[in-house]
């Protein structure tokens, strides 16, 4: 099976996003996976999430693009190539959540496996929340559910690991610290960790570009109001059949966030990985890609537990 490779910009609706696609060649679409709508290789969005790139999922695409899976990475709305709307307000769920929804119908289907990681799995768990017809399976890398961040942050165990949600509350210093010298804390937030250099610069490119830094912190200041102010959409029970994968050195996340409220994910299942780091999809890409390949091809019978 030849896999081909595309960056395209895709018109999701109210932006364009800059994707990468990844997948059987044109009229290759039958493959190992289970064929998806009409008769095409099953779609994979993967979410990244801050302060991170489509590329950031290059190491899992490949590797899901190789088993037969279309698969698309796009920098989300704010990052690298994708539009930049200005505003708080461009970063609220409900329109991140559109901008799945329009990737996903841009894309010629009605149903995706949806991946999130991060902010990206923020995502991931409220399109699952507003829009269960898109998604087919949903997948999660280090990213806890809502329900169990905003519990989480009764506490001091994870209070003091999210010290950064509450600067970027402040106006215009917080954009104005990830730029400083070149980018150096971003820079070392990955170095902390052993991501390579060349990730690194990647990131650092995409957070370059003109209205990124306000775009990425936007993320954070609209979901903190949407939280405090009560504009954010009401939790809704998810119903299809759920995988976390949770990397177990995780410097920002308390583990017990790995474990989705049951009331509120009813079909849920969780894969830890002990060396990976919060950066999964980028230092653990490939057993990411099997967990995720094997979540997909499951038996829904088989998908309850942990």
């Not at 009764?154 to 980018?183: H, I, K, N, S």
């Not at 912190?217 to 939790?235: D, E, H, I, L, S």
């Amino acid at each position: 099976m030849t896999v081909v490779t595309v960056v395209e910009n895709i018109d999701a609706g109210e932006v364009r996003l800059r994707c990468t696609i990844a997948g059987p060649q044109a009229g290759a679409g039958s493959s190992s996976a289970a064929t998806g709508d009409g008769g095409r290789a099953p779609l994979v969005v993967l979410l990244h999430g801050f302060p991170e790139c489509a590329s950031s999922w290059e190491g899992v695409q490949r590797a899901l693009a190789a088993k037969g899976y279309r698969v698309v990475a796009p920098d989300m709305r704010g990052y690298g190539g994708s539009d930049k709307p200005r505003g708080v307000k461009a970063y609220a769920i409900p329109r991140l959540v559109a901008d799945v929804a329009g990737l996903v119908r841009a894309l010629g289907t009605t149903r995706a496996h949806v991946v999130g990681h991060d902010w990206g799995g923020v995502v991931a768990w409220w399109t699952a929340m507003l829009e269960p017809d898109l998604v087919d399976r949903l997948a999660i890398v280090n990213a806890p559910h809502p329900v169990g961040y905003a519990s989480a942050l009764r506490t001091w165990a994870q209070l003091r690991r999210a010290w950064y949600v509450f600067f970027f509350q402040l106006p215009w210093l917080p954009e104005r610290a990830l730029g400083w010298r070149d980018f150096a804390a971003l820079r070392e937030t990955f170095r902390a960790d052993g991501i390579s250099e060349r990730q690194i610069d990647d990131c650092v490119e995409a957070m370059r570009s003109p209205g990124a830094r306000s775009a990425a912190v936007g993320y954070y200041r609209a979901g903190m109001r949407g939280t405090v102010f009560g504009t954010q959409p009401a939790f809704r029970k998810i119903e299809r059949p759920t995988l976390v994968v949770w990397g177990e050195r995780d410097r920002f996340l308390v583990p017990a966030l790995a474990e989705p409220p049951r009331e509120w994910v009813s079909d849920a299942r969780t894969v830890r990985l002990p060396e990976a780091t919060h950066w999964a999809p980028i230092d653990s890409a490939v057993r990411v890609a099997e967990e995720l390949d094997a979540h997909f091809k499951a038996d829904p019978s088989n998908q309850q537990g942990t």
